[in-house]
């Protein structure tokens, strides 16, 4: 199985940033797409940013368009979430996902096969 390793979070005073990553533990077969979910407490889990392996295209939620960048180094397996401009309702636990097929709704949690154990991001 696929291993996702995360890993930069931590705490940021309001309006900082934060650079996280998410590391595969093998290279991902083509049309793979990685995504960054996160869950803020009390809150369900929310669907961030996706990017596709292959062609680079990228979905983010609205909530953090304009702030949030993911990017990626397939050479290394890993794909990075920049967050600027870091607000105190980004706090959550972030976590990075893998969806082999890369065909379902991008911010839906069960398209996706492997997941993280997730990065801690806390914004005070």
């Known amino acids: 199985d696929v291993q996702l390793v995360e890993s930069g979070g931590g705490s940021v005073r309001p309006g900082g940033s934060l650079n996280i990553s998410c590391t595969a533990s093998e290279f991902m077969p083509t049309g793979s797409c990685m995504g960054w979910f996160r869950r803020a407490p009390g809150k369900d889990r929310e669907g961030v940013a996706r990017i596709a392996t292959g062609s680079g295209n990228t979905y983010y939620a609205d909530s953090v368009k304009g702030r949030f960048t993911i990017s990626q180094d397939n050479a290394k397996n890993t794909v990075y979430l920049q967050m600027n401009s870091l607000k105190p309702e980004d706090t959550a636990m972030y976590s990075c996902?893998?969806?082999?097929?890369?065909?379902?709704?991008?911010?839906?949690?069960?398209?996706?096969?492997?997941w993280g154990q997730g990065t801690q991001v806390t914004v005070s």
């Open positions: 996902a893998a969806d082999f097929t890369c065909r379902g709704r991008w911010y839906v949690a069960y398209e996706y096969n492997y």
